[in-house]
Structure formats: C-alpha cells, structure tokens
C-alpha cells in the first residue's frame, strides 16, 4: 500500500477503536461490560476500512478542496492521502462506528440464533451472559450506532435503517429456507446479499458520500460493495466447511442443516449419492454425523467450483473500480478482492 494511504488508513482505524470504545459505555456496568465484550475483542474491522479507503478515493482527485486541505502531490496516481479535512475525518470516524456497531449487533443476535459459544476469539456473548442479555445488548448497539448516525445527516441513518430491514430479510430469509418451488440456489444469494452484502454495500457508499463523489462514482462503488460483499459471504461460508477457523465454532451451518454455496451444488450434480447427501444436510447433523459430512465435502469437487464462483465474483468486483480515478485508496480496494479469494486457500 502506498505509505501514505497506510499511515491514514492505520490512523482513522485506530480512531475508530476509540470511538467504538466510546459508544460500548453505559451507566451500567454490567451492560457496558457486555457491550465491550464482542465489540472489542478484535475482528476484522472490515467494513470501517471500506469506508476509509472509499473516502480516500477523493484525494484522487486533485481539485476537491472541500474535502482536502492541501492539494495532492502532482505525483501520477498518488491519492491525496492524508489531506482530508478534520471534519471530514470525523465523518469518515462517525460512519465507520456506525457500520461496525451495526455489524456487531447483528453478530450478538446471530450468535443467539446460532446457539454459537465462539465469537471473534471469545466465548460468545449469548453463552457468556445469557440469550436475553445478549438480545437486549445487540439492541443498545444498533441504538447507540443511529445515535452517531444521526449526527451524520437524515440520509445516513435513512440508508443505516434500510440496511438493518435488509439485515433481517436476508436472515428470516435463512431461518425459514426457501419456500414452496423456489429454487434453493437463487434463495440462498437472495439471503447472501441481504444478510452481508447489504451493510457491506452501504459501508463503501458512505465513504463515497463522506467524500462526495459524484454519482457514477457512487454507482460504481455500490456495485464492487454488492460483489465483494457477496464473495466474502460465500468464502466465509466456504471456510466453515473445509478449515476450521480459529475464534468461530465450524461446521455450524451443517449442524443446523444450513445449505450454503458448496450443498447447493450438490443439488446440481448428476450423481445421485450427491442428492443423498444433500438431502442429509437439510435435515440437520448431530455432531458425530458433521464431521463425516465435512470430510466428504472437503475432498468433493463441490468445493473447487464453488471456490470458482467466488474468483468470478472477486474479478467482477474488481472490474467495477476500472473507471474510477487510479490512486493507492483503489489499489487497496482492489486488493481486497484479492484477499476474498485467498482466505478461502
Ligand atoms: C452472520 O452470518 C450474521 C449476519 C451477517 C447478519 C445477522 C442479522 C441479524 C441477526 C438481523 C438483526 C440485525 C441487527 C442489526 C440487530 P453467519 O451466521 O453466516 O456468520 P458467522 O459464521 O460469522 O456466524
Ligand atoms: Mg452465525
């Protein structure tokens, strides 16, 4: 990454560690502690990066002195790293909090829904302090997140809204399958890009709309946070089955008889000992049972044509930000399809 962009990028995340840790106090200690437990054990922090390097993206642009205070280098390529102005890094702060505390809500309710024990590392907090605690602390969250929304404009915390109706579309979508003659496959990246792609996509908008770019621009950004979104959905979904991640319980789709990427192509295979297989999966796994299925699947060539269409899907993403201005904040965009695809290896 360009220096510049890294030395920014390392600054405003470290911002918003402290803003996220701000937004977890509360008059209760008991609430503040559980509020603190997921959202600071660490994580990616992957959609408050989206922000920042879409942000960015308006130091490419050498003429935009209301969102930079020094002109760029006339360097070639060179985005105006660094430059942004205070109150422009503020916003970019604000929304990052924003997306990631939403995040980290859904996480607390998903982990309720998943009966999950692991979460970024950590006993997960439905197991640590209880279903309801960590229903209710998800809710504080997700307050405390369109509190800093709010600050940000009607249209941030309009478009943070409309991302949580689609946060849980796409997951009573999951919960309740497919309905009666839909096709399994369409449903399931029905559910992928409500559930992920759709806070994934509003992430990268925000930073677009921080640094007000303009309207094809946006539109470009929408489509790569779709795409990227929903590739790093189906690697995630991917990962569950053939490694077992450290920090998050494995196999717990199959468990729950939760048809991801990999299943559904068993559906579409010829053989009929796939279709069997399939059919197993739907009707939930014990855990003796999970194991012997993730092993099948593993070495099944079911795993080599998903990870297929997530490629296809990264290089798509990446072919969005073609016509946008080429600086270091692109670069590491385009990077990040890159690290889609080799999560998965
Ligand atoms: C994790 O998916 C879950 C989500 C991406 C979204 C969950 C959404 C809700 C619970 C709706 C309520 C939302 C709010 C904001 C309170 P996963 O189970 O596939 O991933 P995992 O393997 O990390 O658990
Ligand atoms: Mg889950």
Do not use: W
Request: charged share 20%.
């Amino acid at each position: 990454m360009n220096n510049n962009v890294e030395t920014v990028v390392a600054e405003l995340l470290g911002e918003v560690e402290c803003r996220l840790a701000e937004a977890t106090q509360a008059p209760s200690p008991f609430l503040a502690d559980a509020a603190r437990h997921v959202t600071l054990a660490g994580g990616k922090r992957f959609r408050p990066l989206l922000v920042i390097l879409a942000a960015l993206l308006a130091g490419a642009d050498e003429r935009r002195t209301d969102v930079l205070t020094v002109l760029p280098t006339p360097e070639i390529g060179m985005c105006g790293t660094g430059l942004l102005t205070a109150d422009v890094r503020k916003r970019v702060v604000a929304a990052s909090a924003v997306v990631e505390l939403t995040h980290v809500a859904s996480l607390y309710h998903d982990d309720v829904m998943d009966e999950a024990t692991l979460r970024r590392g950590v006993m997960s907090a439905n197991l640590h302090y209880g279903n309801t605690a960590a229903i209710l602390v998800g809710d504080f969250l997700f307050a405390q997140a369109s509190i800093i929304g709010a600050d940000l404009g009607s249209e941030f915390v309009a478009l943070q809204a409309a991302t949580f109706a689609q946060l849980v579309q796409g997951q009573i979508a999951e919960t309740r399958g497919p309905t009666l003659g839909e096709d399994p496959l369409l449903h399931y990246r029905q559910v992928v890009a409500n559930k992920t792609a759709s806070l994934i996509r509003t992430s990268i908008l925000f930073g677009g709309m921080i640094a007000g770019l303009p309207e094809p621009q946006l539109a470009a950004l929408e489509r790569f946070g779709e795409k990227i979104g929903t590739a790093f959905q189906l690697a995630d979904d991917l990962i569950d089955i053939t490694s077992d991640v450290a920090g998050k319980d494995s196999g717990l789709d199959l468990r729950v008889g939760l048809a991801t990427l990999p299943v559904l192509l068993l559906r579409e295979s010829d053989n009929p000992a796939d279709h069997a297989l399939y059919a197993k999966v739907l009707q939930g796994l014990s855990l003796d049972e999970t194991e012997s299925v993730v092993a099948a699947l593993r070495t099944h060539p079911v795993i080599a044509q998903a990870r297929a269409q997530i490629v296809e899907l990264a290089e798509s993403a990446r072919a969005e930000l073609h016509n946008l201005a080429q600086c270091a904040a692109r670069d590491q965009l385009c990077r990040l399809c890159d690290e889609a695809v080799n999560r998965m290896h």
